[in-house]
């Protein structure tokens, strides 16, 4: 009988473990994005080499931050449906920063042509990653929309489709 009970006992404790690790996984995954109320502040090295930070932004106009990974299959999958509609985005900055080594860069953007798009800006923050402790990203692509005054118009916590993002950029 003893027996039993043990048995039972691990029983019920495995499925409480399971069941506590899937619950955690879930609130992982809708953890509420930190510090979106303002941009973070950007200094990162761009793909021509220089250094790019917020002075650098144009007054005005809204910005879009798109951290990603240049092997990341969801940002590639974002990229290749976003690049029709580039022209879309054409009066919005949009920033894309990565965290990877700066040769890696130079692959994705010339997949991706973003020399042609001058709205375009492309760059690395470094292994420091302080704008992935900023908003504490917990995957790529993570992007937010900030309109022209700096206000928050939407953080996507994972790649959002095409039509959810030129939606949002339609408000600012």
């Known amino acids: 009988m003893k027996k039993l009970i043990y048995a039972a006992l691990i029983i019920i404790t495995a499925i409480g473990c399971i069941q506590a690790k899937n619950n955690n996984a879930d609130d992982v995954q809708q953890s509420p994005i930190?510090?979106?109320?303002?941009?973070?502040?950007?200094?990162?090295?761009?793909?021509?080499?220089?250094?790019?930070?917020?002075?650098?932004?144009?007054?005005?106009?809204?910005?879009?931050?798109?951290?990603?990974?240049?092997?990341?299959?969801?940002?590639?999958?974002?990229?290749?449906?976003?690049?029709?509609?580039?022209?879309?985005?054409?009066?919005?900055?949009?920033?894309m920063v990565t965290w990877t080594r700066f040769e890696s860069l130079k692959p994705f953007y010339q997949e991706f042509e973003l020399a042609k798009?001058?709205?375009?800006?492309?760059?690395?923050?470094?292994?420091?990653?302080p704008i992935?402790?900023?908003?504490q990203i917990a995957q790529t692509p993570f992007t937010i929309l900030y309109?022209?005054?700096?206000?928050?118009?939407?953080?996507?916590?994972?790649?959002?489709?095409?039509?959810?993002?030129?939606a949002e950029v339609k408000k600012v």
Request: net charge positive; charged share 25%; glycine share 6%.
């Open 132 to 135: 992935q402790k900023y908003y």
């Open 34 to 95: 930190r510090n979106t109320e303002k941009l973070a502040p950007i200094k990162i090295l761009t793909t021509d080499s220089n250094n790019f930070t917020n002075k650098d932004l144009k007054p005005g106009k809204p910005v879009m931050l798109i951290y990603f990974a240049p092997d990341c299959g969801h940002c590639h999958d974002l990229m290749k449906a976003l690049k029709p509609q580039f022209k879309q985005l054409a009066k919005v900055q949009v920033v």
């Open 147 to 166: 309109d022209k005054n700096g206000k928050l118009v939407k953080a996507f916590a994972k790649a959002p489709t095409v039509n959810e993002l030129l």
């Open 117 to 129: 798009y001058p709205n375009f800006t492309v760059g690395t923050e470094g292994y420091d990653m």
